[in-house]
T-cell receptor
Framework: EAQVTQNPRYLITVTGKKLTVTCSQN?????MSWYRQDPGLGLRQIYY???????DKGDVPEGYKVSRKEKRNFPLILESPSPNQTSLYFC????????????FGPGTRLLVL | KNQVEQSPQSLIILEGKNCTLQCNYTVSPFSNLRWYKQDTGRGPVSLTIMTFSENTKSNGRYTATLDADTKQSSLHITASQLSDSASYICVVSAGGGNKLTFGTGTQLKVEL
């Protein structure tokens, strides 16, 4: 089944403790992206990647890192999480090209205490 | 700054009725406009994608329109069903299409 998976789905952590949220897709998509969703603000793009070893900042990249060493994986790294990074995070992937449909993962709900 | 505004914020309709959701954007340079449906607790699912030259796109009971001159789009839902209850999000991409700006969504509830 074609899908985007994220792990973990739920995470509670403390300020400053490094964490990684994994994202994997099995559709051989070139494009992958991370978003956060907050009440009243909608989805905001954090980082995106056009292909292996090619990443770029979205609208809210501060406090986040990403890497794209393999085509299928696009982990989101929070080196020193803070409470304002408490949010619902979505990973998405698509074929390259501006008209391609993005497929979203199920989301990761993060609480930083 | 690129912005996407949606209205209404929320809407309640009776099953079987039609409804129209609005999206206004100030995104430049415009690449394409998408409508997504997001069920509570799940990731968004794509409904339609339209480029500058397209002014109507349908997907079953969903019909999206685009007026690139006035920078407005609408999503019309025909013969609503209970399963249409969800948040509907308008998304506009700029430049090469890789950077997306999302609206805050319209929360639709369909009741018996």
């Amino acid at each position: 089944e074609a899908q985007v998976t994220q792990n973990p789905r739920y995470l509670i952590t403390v300020t400053g403790k490094k964490l990684t949220v994994t994202c994997s897709q099995n559709m051989n998509h070139e494009y992958m992206s991370w978003y956060r969703q907050d009440p009243g603000l909608g989805l905001r793009q954090i980082y995106y990647s056009m292909n292996v070893e090619v990443t770029d900042k979205g609208d809210v990249p501060e406090g986040y890192k990403v890497s794209r060493k393999e085509k299928r994986n696009f982990p989101l790294i929070l080196e020193s999480p803070s409470p304002n990074q408490t949010s619902l995070y979505f990973c998405a992937s698509s074929w390259a090209g501006s008209r391609e449909t993005q497929y979203f993962g199920p989301g990761t709900r993060l609480l930083v205490l | 700054k690129n912005q996407v505004e949606q209205s209404p914020q929320s809407l309640i309709i009776l099953e079987g009725k039609n409804c129209t959701l609005q999206c206004n954007y100030t995104v430049s340079p415009f690449s394409n406009l998408r409508w997504y449906k997001q069920d509570t607790g799940r990731g968004p699912v794509s409904l339609t994608i339209m480029t500058f030259s397209e002014n109507t796109k349908s997907n079953g009971r969903y019909t999206a329109t685009l007026d690139a001159d006035t920078k407005q789009s609408s999503l019309h839902i025909t013969a609503s069903q209970l399963s249409d209850s969800a948040s509907y999000i308008c998304v506009v991409s700029a430049g090469g299409g890789n950077k997306l700006t999302f609206g805050t969504g319209t929360q639709l509830k369909v009741e018996l």
